[in-house]
């Protein structure tokens, strides 16, 4: 929390990169609209890599499935899999259960003896609670939300939208 209060922008943009424009996402997995957002944004990201990154965040408001397919995307980071989880756990309507976390982590080769523990880890709760630290901080209510540079969004934007204002 003390990052949070001294310097917000290192914390937000999680000390990014480079030369490019920061772009954080704040998204939740039951959240429909996240979805399309955070695939076209990946996609734009793709498409124009030196012009901006994209920085996301957990945002697990909608129930314990969003909470556990959190922590489960968090833990595969830590594996680089995070893209290969949360692609995984986006077609799955209910992600509650350690057995199925479990055998998705087997499928994709990840370590699944270290995936279950690294999701209850401090670390995984600190980003946890940062992320929504940011939330009430900027008066996130809801997601899809998103941070470009120093302008602070909520709610689905236009990808042609969001593209100008990286620009």
């Not at 995984?88 to 080769?109: G, K, M, Q, S, W």
């Amino acid at each position: 929390m003390t990052t949070l209060m001294t310097n917000q922008c290192i914390a937000f943009f999680d000390e990014g990169s480079s030369n490019t424009v920061p772009v954080a996402m704040f998204s939740d997995f039951a959240c429909p609209i996240c979805r399309v957002k955070y695939d076209r944004l990946t996609h734009l990201a793709a498409n124009d890599p030196n012009t901006f990154h994209i920085v996301r965040h957990q945002l697990p408001l909608l129930g314990l499935t969003s909470a556990v397919a959190s922590r489960a995307v968090l833990a595969a980071e830590l594996q680089s899999q995070y893209r290969a989880m949360r692609a995984r756990l986006i077609r799955t309507p209910a992600v509650t259960d350690e057995r199925f976390i479990t055998a998705i982590a087997e499928n994709l080769d990840l370590d699944a003896d270290r995936l279950l523990p690294d999701m209850q880890s401090n670390a995984i709760d600190r980003r946890l609670r940062l992320t929504a630290a940011f939330a009430v901080v900027f008066g996130f209510i809801g997601t899809p939300a998103f941070a470009v540079g120093l302008m602070v969004l909520m709610g689905s934007i236009q990808i042609g939208s969001l593209r100008k204002l990286i620009a």
